[in-house]
């Protein structure tokens, strides 16, 4: 009888170590998840437009992104209150590897924020699109041209209608 009490508190000590060990491999993994998702996490992914008939790049609520001719070679020219009041960067917390599509990277912007890049150029949403699907920003021309961002090689913009430009005369 007494052999039976041993095996059995043996049973139960092995079961709260096993339970233990377990608890805490949870805890560890929870605990890094947070650092891991952060360091790739999709922002961006691409869709079909309809109305452009072309594949482009998209927030991961569908919204379209674009980028300014002009900013190259980290040169920032949307950095004015103005020009930030139509676009909004596409920013990530810092350490962020965005994924979703070939050739991001990040940039730091003059703030100290980190934008998302797409083939060296910073994005971008224009807040007058609505909904998914809108590209009412793509040919918008001041101190350069917006264009959605696509994942060819090749971005064309289309004529802007009359009356329909920049918001002019802000600093970059």
Same mark, same amino acid.
């Given at each position: 009888?007494?052999?039976?009490?041993?095996?059995?508190?043996?049973?139960?000590?092995?079961?709260?170590?096993?339970?233990?060990?377990?608890?805490?491999?949870?805890?560890?993994?929870?605990?890094?998840?947070?650092?891991?998702?952060?360091?790739?996490?999709?922002?961006?992914?691409?869709?079909? =437009?309809?109305?452009?008939?072309?594949?482009?790049?998209?927030?991961?609520?569908?919204?379209?992104?674009?980028?300014?001719?002009?900013?190259?070679?980290?040169?920032?020219?949307?950095?004015?209150?103005?020009?930030?009041?139509?676009?909004?960067?596409?920013?990530?917390?810092? *350490?962020?590897? &965005?994924?979703?599509?070939?050739?991001?990277?990040?940039?730091?912007?003059?703030?100290?924020?980190?934008?998302?890049?797409?083939?060296?150029? &910073?994005?971008?949403?224009? =807040?007058?699109?609505?909904?998914?699907?809108?590209? @009412?920003? =793509?040919?918008? @021309?001041?101190? *350069?041209?917006?264009?959605?961002?696509?994942?060819?090689?090749?971005?064309?913009? &289309? &004529?802007?209608?009359?009356?329909? *430009?920049?918001?002019?005369?802000?600093? *970059?």
């Amino acid at each position: 009888m007494r052999r039976v009490g041993t095996i059995r508190t043996g049973l139960l000590v092995g079961a709260a170590l096993a339970v233990g060990l377990l608890a805490a491999f949870c805890a560890a993994r929870s605990t890094a998840a947070p650092a891991a998702s952060q360091a790739n996490q999709i922002v961006v992914r691409t869709a079909k =437009n309809v109305m452009l008939g072309k594949t482009i790049l998209v927030t991961r609520k569908g919204m379209t992104l674009y980028s300014l001719s002009a900013e190259t070679r980290g040169r920032f020219i949307c950095t004015t209150r103005l020009c930030l009041s139509l676009w909004t960067p596409l920013v990530v917390q810092r *350490g962020t590897i &965005p994924t979703g599509a070939h050739l991001l990277g990040t940039i730091k912007r003059p703030d100290g924020r980190t934008q998302v890049t797409y083939r060296g150029k &910073p994005l971008y949403t224009f =807040n007058e699109d609505r909904k998914p699907g809108d590209v @009412k920003g =793509n040919g918008f @021309k001041d101190v *350069g041209t917006w264009l959605v961002a696509t994942p060819s090689p090749t971005r064309t913009a &289309p &004529p802007s209608p009359p009356g329909y *430009g920049g918001y002019g005369g802000y600093e *970059g």
